[in-house]
């Protein structure tokens, strides 16, 4: 096992869970449906929020298939980390973007208004893209029952 | 730069062999995947020769670390499976200082002009659940690359890290905003820079 994902676990950062097939597809639905509001021509500053918060649901979906919730508390940074201790490769380098983007979502949050910067912007968009199709087929591989059940993500 | 110089306050000198060992065990963590040749190691740890020859020997003898040939080069690159890896996690977590092991997970990233703890950690009076804050000032592409670092270090830290960052204009722009205003007022622990001599980059 991973190492980080050993400490997420000793550290009760991630939690053991055994989510049934459809606690795992609702989930991935709720990813999908979030995935296509944020594509709605919104406001750049709440395009930014939704696209994230689709990624966050991807990351629990995924966890989810692989038996694991985040904690209550911090579990944006436990399910990005959790995502990035069960994947490797493309999935674990878009969740480590996203946790990233996660760490900087504050810089904006104090003094003067900078709003969204167009590369976050872009960062956002690509990495949930990216994010949801390395999931999607890590899902699949996990849970194989949902293979006629879980809907492709839109493209990138 | 080659630092020969001690931390001596540092909490990382109290749980590994060596503070040089604690900045290679951070090294390796925040570079996951990574393969590092000699002298890049030290180009980008600021270890002198000596100090890291020694403890890759150390590391490569429990196994932690791999060592392999590349054509003319040695290359060390961390075997995660190693159990150290997971150990040397969990020690931190348990008992260091947590603005030490980010100030060693930013030693590669020297183009920062400053980083500073501030909030109850820095005052000295955090609750059990209270987050790290850390300000890094620098170029947007150095901080970018901070944070790269540190989401990594996340998940070794005792506490969770709530980060701000700002260039030097924005820094002198924003220098009459309430939220500025207080954290400068407030009291810091300094990462990178500060007042005093250069002491933040230094191990053994």
Same mark, same amino acid.
Request: aromatic share 6%.
């Given at each position: 096992?991973?190492?980080?994902?050993?400490?997420?676990?000793?550290?009760?950062?991630?939690?053991?869970?055994?989510?049934?097939?459809?606690?795992?597809?609702?989930?991935?639905?709720?990813?999908?449906?979030?995935?296509?509001?944020?594509?709605?021509?919104?406001?750049?500053?709440?395009?930014?929020?939704?696209a994230y918060?689709?990624a966050?649901?991807?990351?629990?979906?995924?966890?989810?298939?692989?038996?694991?919730?985040?904690?209550?508390?911090?579990?944006?940074?436990?399910?990005?980390?959790?995502?990035?201790?069960?994947?490797?490769?493309e999935?674990?380098r878009a969740?480590?973007e996203l946790?990233?983007l996660?760490?900087?979502?504050?810089?904006?949050?104090?003094?003067?208004?900078?709003?969204?910067?167009d590369e976050q912007m872009q960062a956002v968009r690509e990495s949930t893209a990216v994010l949801m199709r390395e999931?999607?087929?890590?899902?699949?591989?996990?849970?194989?029952?949902?293979?006629?059940?879980?809907?492709?993500?839109?493209p990138g | 730069?080659?630092?020969?110089?001690?931390?001596? $306050?540092?909490?990382?000198?109290?749980?590994?062999?060596?503070?040089?060992?604690?900045?290679?065990?951070?090294?390796?963590?925040? $570079?996951?995947?990574?393969?590092?040749?000699?002298?890049?190691?030290?180009?980008? *740890?600021?270890?002198?020769?000596?100090?890291?020859?020694?403890?890759?020997?150390?590391?490569?003898?429990?196994?932690?670390?791999?060592?392999?040939?590349?054509?003319?080069? *040695?290359?060390?690159?961390? /075997?995660?499976?190693?159990?150290?890896? $997971?150990?040397?996690?969990?020690?931190?977590?348990?008992?260091? +200082?947590?603005?030490?092991?980010?100030?060693?997970?930013?030693?590669?990233?020297?183009?920062?002009?400053?980083?500073?703890?501030?909030?109850?950690?820095?005052?000295?009076?955090?609750?059990?659940?209270?987050?790290? /804050?850390?300000?890094?000032?620098?170029?947007?592409?150095?901080?970018?690359?901070?944070?790269?670092?540190?989401?990594?270090? +996340?998940?070794?830290?005792?506490?969770?890290?709530?980060?701000?960052?700002?260039?030097?204009?924005?820094? *002198?722009?924003?220098?009459?905003?309430?939220?500025?205003?207080?954290?400068?007022?407030?009291?810091? &622990?300094? %990462? %990178?820079?500060?007042?005093?001599? +250069? &002491?933040?980059?230094?191990?053994?």
């Open positions: 096992m991973n190492p980080r994902l050993r400490v997420l676990l000793d550290s009760r950062s991630l939690l053991e869970h055994s989510a049934t097939d459809a606690e795992v597809a609702a989930m991935w639905e709720k990813a999908l449906q979030t995935m296509e509001n944020s594509r709605r021509g919104l406001d750049p500053s709440i395009e930014f929020t939704v918060t689709a966050l649901q991807t990351a629990i979906a995924l966890l989810y298939a692989c038996g694991y919730r985040p904690a209550g508390r911090d579990h944006h940074h436990n399910a990005f980390a959790g995502a990035i201790g069960v994947g490797e490769g999935l674990a969740a480590r946790d990233q996660r760490l900087g979502r504050h810089e904006a949050s104090y003094g003067a208004a900078l709003g969204v910067p999931a999607w087929s890590r899902i699949l591989v996990e849970r194989p029952a949902l293979t006629t059940v879980l809907a492709a993500p839109p | 730069m080659k630092v020969r110089a001690t931390a001596p $306050h540092s909490s990382l000198s109290a749980l590994f062999s060596s503070l040089a060992m604690a900045r290679l065990v951070v090294f390796f963590l925040v $570079h996951p995947g990574g393969r590092f040749h000699l002298r890049e190691l030290q180009r980008r *740890t600021r270890l002198s020769s000596a100090s890291l020859q020694k403890e890759l020997g150390r590391m490569c003898a429990v196994g932690a670390l791999q060592r392999e040939r590349e054509g003319e080069r *040695t290359v060390y690159a961390a /075997d995660e499976d190693n159990g150290c890896w $997971h150990a040397w996690m969990l020690l931190m977590r348990a008992g260091a +200082d947590p603005v030490d092991v980010v100030r060693e997970a930013l030693v590669d990233v020297p183009g920062l002009d400053l980083a500073f703890v501030f909030g109850s950690v820095a005052r000295g009076e955090p609750l059990p659940d209270s987050d790290l /804050d850390l300000f890094l000032v620098g170029p947007p592409e150095e901080r970018r690359r901070a944070m790269g670092l540190l989401v990594d270090a +996340d998940v070794f830290l005792p506490r969770r890290l709530d980060v701000i960052g700002r260039d030097r204009e924005e820094l *002198t722009a924003e220098a009459e905003s309430g939220f500025l205003r207080r954290v400068m007022d407030q009291p810091k &622990r300094w %990462v %990178v820079g500060g007042p005093g001599p +250069d &002491r933040q980059r230094s191990a053994a």
